[in-house]
């Protein structure tokens, strides 16, 4: 099966999540091939799960800074992307992974492979990551990837942060977190000095060639998409949308606990 890739590039808060909402519709329609896509966060930025409560922001240095700020159309917890931090996005339909098409359920076996994707990436520049869970990266005891589904029954989107620097000073500012907890944080760059083209590089081969993906083009999105992300990163992904849920469940952090663990 034809696979697009669409190559990194820098987008804002608001845009990066409209892209990734335009993508997923595209391809559930069938539109659109399954579809890879690496971004950056332009500015920076802090993302919260789709359900939760925004009081985790430290809205004052947020804007201050001119740290974007959105909610992301899956669910999960807050994170801050560091400009060098690395997030992709899969977009495809279910079957690809798994026979299973139940609407509301997340695609566990897309979960698990496309880690491994992450894990493979990581071992080419020399560095050691293992499975927590079904969706969580670990390397040394601490969390390096947090990934995070929506899925329809036909098809999903799955994307995924990859900490490259950790700058866990500025997970500090943008939200309101215990100190130990950023301490279950870590990036490629605590194990490995190597620049960010340099593991793009790993993430692009392992993402681009193994047992799921045989091959995969690269692309840009179409028209409609393009047209279609716009509409939504003024509309649904908007600033003014970022407190737009009553929900009680402050949540955490993307990290793991390993304090109670």
């Known amino acids: 099966?034809?696979?697009?890739?669409?190559?990194?590039?820098?987008?804002?808060?608001?845009?990066?999540?409209?892209?990734?909402?335009?993508?997923?519709?595209?391809?559930?329609?069938?539109?659109?091939?399954?579809?890879?896509?690496?971004?950056?966060?332009?500015?920076?930025?802090?993302?919260?799960?789709?359900?939760?409560?925004?009081?985790?922001?430290?809205?004052?240095?947020?804007?201050?800074?001119?740290?974007?700020?959105?909610?992301?159309?899956?669910?999960?917890?807050?994170?801050?992307?560091?400009?060098?931090?690395?997030?992709?996005?899969?977009?495809?339909?279910?079957?690809?992974?798994?026979?299973?098409?139940?609407k509301g359920r997340v695609n566990l076996s897309a979960y698990k492979e496309i880690c491994r994707w992450i894990i493979?990436?990581?071992?080419?520049?020399?560095?050691?990551?293992?499975?927590?869970?079904?969706n969580n990266v670990m390397v040394d005891g601490k969390k390096i990837s947090g990934n995070a589904q929506l899925n329809i029954g036909k098809a999903f989107l799955q994307h995924g942060s990859l900490f490259f620097s950790a700058k866990t000073e500025l997970w500090g500012k943008y939200l309101h977190v215990p100190g130990e907890k950023l301490e279950c944080i870590t990036g490629v760059q605590k194990f490995e000095r190597i620049s960010p083209s340099f593991f793009y590089k790993a993430l692009l081969e392992s993402f681009s060639s193994n047992r799921i993906v045989r091959e995969a083009k690269p692309g840009t999105l179409s028209p409609q998409e393009a047209e279609s992300a716009k509409m939504l990163a003024s509309t649904v992904y908007s600033r003014d949308n970022f407190f737009g849920t009553t929900s009680k469940r402050k949540g955490d952090i993307c990290a793991i606990d390993t304090f109670n663990t």
């Open 1 to 102: 099966m034809h696979w697009r890739l669409i190559p990194l590039k820098s987008y804002d808060a608001s845009l990066n999540m409209a892209i990734d909402h335009a993508l997923f519709e595209s391809v559930a329609k069938g539109i659109s091939p399954p579809t890879i896509r690496f971004y950056w966060w332009k500015g920076g930025g802090v993302s919260i799960g789709k359900g939760q409560n925004a009081e985790i922001i430290n809205l004052k240095n947020c804007l201050a800074d001119g740290v974007g700020l959105v909610r992301r159309p899956t669910g999960g917890n807050a994170l801050f992307h560091n400009q060098e931090d690395f997030t992709y996005s899969v977009c495809a339909p279910n079957y690809i992974f798994s026979r299973s098409e139940q």
């Open 120 to 134: 493979r990436a990581l071992g080419n520049v020399g560095i050691k990551g293992i499975l927590h869970g079904s």
